[in-house]
């Protein structure tokens, strides 16, 4: 790949312990030290690490941010001259979600620019791939161009305490089809971290699949409950989770992502395929 160095360890870090952090500026200084080396966490994953909401740095969908949108966060007044800390922003262009980030206080923001990782020395629209921002919300190339595109909104949520919003997560997982979604999307964060392209694709072949197998990813799907905030919980761990292994398949999704599909990796693909339509039937019932 021209231009492509691998670049920046991935520090030791365990999530668990930044969950113990008592606010949003906290967990941003300790993200801030951290980079992404494969492609996946992304500006909404790295919005619910900010908040505690998850400890997997992982690709998050764009419905599992509005799943905590929907239950667990009020929409207030944005004033970006004068942030609430720890408020969730979300940036829109013809009403699609497209990035998210915290505040940090009145004036700074942590975000990610994209789901490219460090992987690749420098990415079109992404002057850092891999990294986490914290800086001024100005400095934001989503957010400065509030004003400039006619299409583009922006909105600010105060959101649930972090032990609250996991309480209903425990209690979801209490559910074994929930829990076992849950424990695959985390397997999934561990092989991102994976610099080695021979042992992630043995691991991919091997360990993720056999796990996919034993905890009946597909039968649960098929569960189902009368809650619908849980059936959309089950859906965003789906789509997030599916994401990931999508570009976990593909050795480099930038540079040509037509091609990145290598031959190694077709059981895995050919696994993954087979799942996409029950993520779709899951979608359509929900969002019909």
Same mark, same amino acid.
Request: glycine fraction near 4%; include cysteine; charged fraction near 25%.
């Given at each position: 790949?021209?231009?492509?160095?691998?670049?920046?360890?991935?520090?030791?870090?365990?999530?668990?312990?930044?969950?113990?952090?008592?606010?949003?500026?906290?967990?941003?200084?300790?993200?801030?030290?951290?980079? +992404?080396?494969?492609?996946? !966490?992304?500006?909404?994953?790295? #919005?619910?690490?900010?908040?505690?909401?998850?400890?997997?740095?992982?690709?998050?969908?764009?419905?599992?941010?509005?799943?905590?949108?929907?239950?667990?966060?009020?929409?207030?007044?944005?004033?970006? &001259?004068?942030?609430?800390?720890?408020?969730?922003?979300?940036?829109?262009?013809?009403?699609?979600?497209?990035?998210?980030?915290?505040?940090?206080?009145?004036?700074?923001?942590?975000?990610?620019?994209?789901?490219?990782? #460090?992987?690749?020395?420098?990415?079109?629209?992404?002057?850092?791939?891999?990294?986490?921002?914290?800086?001024?919300?100005?400095?934001?190339?989503?957010?400065?161009?509030?004003?400039?595109?006619? &299409?583009?909104?922006?909105? =600010? $949520?105060?959101?649930?305490?972090?032990?609250?919003?996991?309480?209903?997560?425990?209690?979801?997982?209490?559910?074994?089809?929930?829990?076992?979604?849950?424990?695959?999307?985390?397997? /999934?964060?561990?092989?991102?971290?994976?610099?080695?392209?021979?042992?992630?694709?043995?691991?991919?072949? +091997? *360990? /993720?699949?056999?796990?996919?197998?034993?905890?009946?990813?597909?039968?649960?799907?098929?569960?189902?409950? !009368?809650?619908?905030?849980?059936?959309?919980?089950?859906?965003?761990?789906?789509? #997030?989770? =599916?994401?990931?292994?999508?570009?976990? &398949?593909?050795?480099? =999704?930038?540079?040509? $992502?037509?091609?990145?599909? =290598?031959?190694?990796? *077709?059981? #895995?693909?050919?696994?993954?395929?087979?799942?996409? !339509?029950?993520?779709?039937?899951?979608?359509?019932?929900?969002?019909?």
């Amino acid at each position: 790949m021209l231009g492509r160095v691998l670049t920046l360890l991935i520090l030791t870090f365990t999530f668990a312990s930044m969950g113990k952090a008592s606010s949003a500026s906290e967990k941003a200084l300790a993200l801030v030290k951290m980079n +992404a080396y494969q492609d996946g !966490p992304n500006c909404f994953n790295t #919005s619910l690490l900010s908040l505690g909401y998850t400890h997997t740095q992982i690709y998050a969908s764009a419905t599992e941010v509005e799943y905590y949108l929907k239950y667990h966060c009020q929409e207030v007044s944005l004033n970006l &001259n004068k942030l609430e800390p720890s408020s969730l922003l979300t940036y829109s262009e013809d009403g699609l979600l497209i990035h998210t980030a915290v505040a940090i206080n009145t004036n700074e923001i942590l975000e990610k620019n994209s789901l490219y990782g #460090s992987k690749h020395k420098e990415v079109f629209g992404d002057p850092a791939p891999g990294k986490y921002l914290l800086h001024s919300v100005k400095k934001s190339i989503f957010f400065s161009q509030l004003g400039k595109k006619e &299409n583009a909104r922006a909105k =600010a $949520y105060r959101c649930e305490p972090s032990a609250q919003v996991l309480a209903r997560q425990t209690e979801f997982e209490s559910d074994d089809s929930i829990r076992r979604l849950k424990e695959f999307l985390t397997s /999934l964060g561990e092989l991102q971290k994976i610099q080695n392209k021979t042992e992630l694709t043995k691991k991919m072949n +091997a *360990q /993720l699949l056999q796990k996919f197998k034993s905890l009946r990813i597909s039968e649960a799907l098929e569960s189902s409950s !009368p809650s619908a905030q849980k059936e959309l919980y089950r859906l965003s761990l789906a789509e #997030s989770l =599916a994401y990931q292994w999508n570009l976990l &398949n593909c050795s480099d =999704a930038y540079a040509k $992502y037509d091609e990145c599909y =290598a031959p190694e990796m *077709q059981l #895995s693909i050919d696994t993954l395929e087979a799942f996409y !339509p029950q993520i779709f039937r899951l979608r359509e019932k929900l969002q019909p």
